[in-house]
């Protein structure tokens, strides 16, 4: 007895700091707070996560490369000008000697050229940046996929710390008033000192669990706030979403929905546009086997003039630029004949490009495969743990009214009361934990099927 007296003693002794940890608690994860939906959290993730924000820019890389590949079928135009002065001896006609003088010049031209065949790369090259950037833009849809089942598996897990910290106060304030009932009956010689102790310690250990479960709120709110970078993750709370009813699982099986995945899923696109892309390279390695034939034109013309000419021989500079102007237009033709077998090694290489896509491509569908395999069994067995979780409350509800209607009558001791009250809050516990597991996983199966996640 004396032990017990010790052990409840040194339980309530430990609960008071704790109590005052959750009164400070409260205080930092306060009311007034602004209460987030979860559409709310995935639409904020999608706009400031660094990550998307990066592949964004990733995306609007690779639409700067496709206008590029486009432009570069234009033709080039390009002006230049020259001007230089000679110092020293210069031949005068008229003195029939050279005379030191300074000679000036200055000359200007133009110049576009155009790629007219160069087999097939400038085609091909357009049609691998397209599909690369489709590609981003896939990578950049997983990317949000990815974080938005984080953020719906955080969310649960608030809602599921909510649910249980709302059953440790209910079992806290039974605890106490089944203490306060039975220092009455030890006041009136109904029940033994040991017995109020034993549930006033009971009541001690539900009270650190009270705390211990605040505790747990205010981590898993800061764990989904920091997940969205908030600055002030304290302002944070999420809204309480009403969940529909959990009714019958009855899925699809999961070759039916590996068949929708595979016509929907980002990562499954992704790898086939990367496999399109190393099929373009292939080809454009190819083409370097092709001659090439290019078109160019021109125009050029040019003055010079004496400086401090006495005889005025100098002509007027449009005159000399009239009779001094020079056009042009050819045609370029490259026929390779052997370059240190760079090409073949380039188009080796290439097909190597092409297997190792085609492998990657394989890869997705087999992991997109495991994934949905793995996700229907989670669901499966949530469910399957649900309702034996609700069996288990029902069962373990009974036998602690049961047992709480003996011991206010005095037919059973307080261990007897106390052991049927923990498992009673034990399968509490479970029932919610496989109740909010059995949503997450069915959440899951849905997003492969193409489902918005939403509560």
């Not at 707070?33 to 995935?42: A, G, M, N, P, V």
């Not at 990550?51 to 486009?70: C, D, G, H, P, V």
């Not at 020259?82 to 005068?92: E, R």
């Not at 495969?369 to 009974?398: G, P, T």
């Amino acid at each position: 007895m004396i032990r017990k007296s010790i052990i409840a003693l040194a339980c309530i002794l430990f609960a008071l700091p704790n109590i005052k940890a959750q009164d400070s608690l409260k205080q930092v994860w306060g009311e007034n707070k602004k209460q987030w939906s979860l559409l709310e959290c995935i639409n904020y993730a999608h706009e400031n996560n660094i990550t998307i924000q990066r592949q964004a820019i990733n995306t609007e890389y690779q639409e700067n490369q496709l206008k590029q590949s486009k432009l570069n079928r234009l033709p080039d135009l390009n002006a230049n000008s020259d001007g230089s002065v000679s110092f020293g001896y210069t031949w005068v006609q008229q003195e029939a000697t050279n005379v030191d003088q300074d000679l000036r010049s200055f000359g200007i031209s133009a110049s576009s050229s155009m790629n007219v065949f160069s087999g097939f790369t400038n085609n091909n090259t357009i049609k691998r940046n397209q599909v690369d950037l489709l590609a981003a833009i896939e990578d950049m849809q997983k990317t949000k996929n990815d974080i938005g089942l984080q953020i719906t598996g955080h969310y649960l897990q608030i809602l599921f710390n909510k649910e249980l910290l709302n059953v440790a106060k209910e079992q806290y304030e039974t605890s106490k008033l089944q203490a306060e009932r039975t220092k009455k009956l030890v006041d009136a010689g109904s029940q033994a000192m040991g017995s109020y102790l034993e549930i006033k310690s009971q009541a001690a250990k539900e009270a650190l669990n009270v705390t211990q479960q605040e505790n747990n709120l205010a981590l898993s709110l800061l764990n989904l706030a920091q997940l969205l970078d908030l600055e002030r993750p304290v302002e944070f709370d999420i809204q309480i979403p009403v969940l529909p009813e959990l009714t019958v699982f009855t899925p699809e099986p999961p070759t039916d929905i590996y068949m929708t995945a595979l016509g929907i899923m980002p990562e499954i696109k992704s790898a086939t546009y990367n496999t399109e892309s190393k099929e373009y390279d292939l080809k454009i390695a190819k083409g370097n086997y092709y001659p090439t034939l290019g078109l160019g034109a021109g125009m050029s013309t040019n003055a010079n003039w004496l400086v401090g000419d006495p005889y005025d021989s100098n002509r007027s500079l449009n005159e000399q630029f009239k009779t001094n102007r020079n056009t042009y237009i050819g045609a370029r033709l490259n026929i390779p004949i052997f370059n240190r077998l760079q090409t073949r090694n380039n188009v080796a290489n290439a097909k190597l490009g092409v297997a190792d896509a085609q492998f990657q491509l394989k890869q997705e569908k087999l992991n997109l495969r495991k994934n949905i395999q793995q996700a229907y069994a989670d669901a499966m067995a949530a469910y399957n743990k649900f309702l034996s979780s609700q069996e288990a409350v029902n069962s373990f509800a009974e036998s602690f009214r049961y047992t709480e209607k003996k011991f206010n009558v005095g037919l059973v001791n307080s261990v007897d009361y106390n052991v049927a009250k923990t498992d009673y809050t034990r399968a509490q516990s479970d029932l919610l934990q496989s109740k909010y597991e059995y949503i997450l996983r069915t959440k899951i199966l849905d997003f492969y099927k193409g489902i918005p996640i939403e509560l």
